[in-house]
């Protein structure tokens, strides 16, 4: 069982018991779990000529000038990732692309029914000059790929494995955990969706949520690298492997940055992407460069500054980091 240690105390592991247990978790923590311009519609409607596939909910993304729809299924990682969800979520792309209309009912008629979504929806609509929700709604339906998002309390290799290189639309997958003290106080675990957008990853400090990219701006990822790694394989292999990049986001990448942690603590050097491969029996991906990685900046860690020293990949773009004397002016 995993803990939590903390100077007041610690907090033990809570497993699900059901998924309805999963899904209060999930609205308790909903704000900070998908961040801001997302809307997260816990709805249960039928879709598909036979009307035999419920998905959990729907996420409308509208923190991007691209607006994006991923269809929920909110799991218990005691489901067998094949047998249930790999093939729960291949019903539902076909269940959707058969009935399109029918998820335009839906979504029309839940937004109706919840006027916190419709105001943001509202705003969304005026801001990117749509004539209407139904508009909006159309867009999301109609004009985006099909696009699903798993919450899980475990993401278990076999899961990842399946979800990267067996399914031919993107999934994104996100941990929800809990653990509880002893006076019965609990407190949950994940990482944000596309956390890697955010301008400050808040959770532990229990900040708010800073401001996020806009994913049509996002064309580079940055990694942390060790001096020896780096040296062996970013400058002389021209590659970067063993990646996590989200599956919303691979299709935006063109270029590659280096971020040398401490001592160094800078972005110095800048890659174009050639290719990006499945790193062997693995969920994560091997970047190959089209020609040799160029120095940038130093583009340094600022003490006391917004962006603390990158312990996992980052979203940004090419422009913004020739620009950039530090890491607050690179995210």
């Avoid at 249960?44 to 009307?51: A, P, R, S």
Wanted: aromatic share 10%; glycine share 4%; with cysteine.
């Amino acid at each position: 069982m995993s803990m939590i240690w903390t100077p007041a105390g610690n907090y033990s592991g809570i497993e699900f018991e059901s998924e309805a247990e999963l899904e209060k978790a999930i609205a308790t923590v909903a704000r900070d779990l998908f961040g801001p311009g997302r809307i997260y519609l816990d709805v249960k409607k039928k879709i598909g000529k036979n009307k035999q596939n419920i998905p959990d909910a729907y996420l409308l993304d509208l923190s991007s000038q691209i607006p994006r729809l991923y269809v929920v299924e909110n799991e218990l990682s005691g489901h067998h990732p094949t047998k249930h969800i790999a093939v729960q979520l291949l019903e539902f792309s076909l269940a959707f692309d058969e009935d399109k209309n029918g998820v335009r009912n839906i979504l029309v008629e839940a937004l109706n029914g919840d006027r916190s979504a419709k105001k943001t929806c509202e705003a969304y609509v005026t801001s990117q000059k749509l004539h209407s929700i139904e508009d909006l709604i159309h867009k999301l339906v109609f004009e985006t790929e099909f696009s699903a998002l798993v919450i899980i309390d475990e993401e278990s290799a076999l899961l990842e494995t399946i979800l990267s290189k067996k399914l031919n639309f993107s999934v994104e997958v996100i941990e929800l955990s809990r653990y509880e003290n002893e006076n019965a106080v609990r407190v949950y675990s994940f990482e944000p969706f596309l956390a890697g957008l955010a301008s400050e990853v808040p959770i532990a400090e229990g900040k708010e949520l800073g401001k996020q990219m806009d994913v049509a701006d996002v064309d580079t990822i940055v990694v942390p690298a060790r001096l020896e790694g780096f040296k062996e394989t970013f400058l002389n292999e021209k590659r970067w492997y063993a990646v996590r990049i989200h599956a919303s986001m691979k299709p935006y990448i063109k270029y590659i940055a280096a971020y040398q942690v401490a001592p160094v603590s800078a972005i110095t050097y800048l890659a174009e992407v050639q290719s990006i491969e499945p790193w062997q029996d693995t969920h994560k991906f091997v970047l190959n460069f089209s020609a040799s990685p160029q120095p940038i900046g130093p583009i340094k860690l600022q003490k006391d500054g917004k962006v603390h020293a990158l312990q996992a990949a980052r979203y940004t773009n090419r422009e913004k980091l020739k620009s950039a004397k530090t890491l607050d002016d690179a995210f």
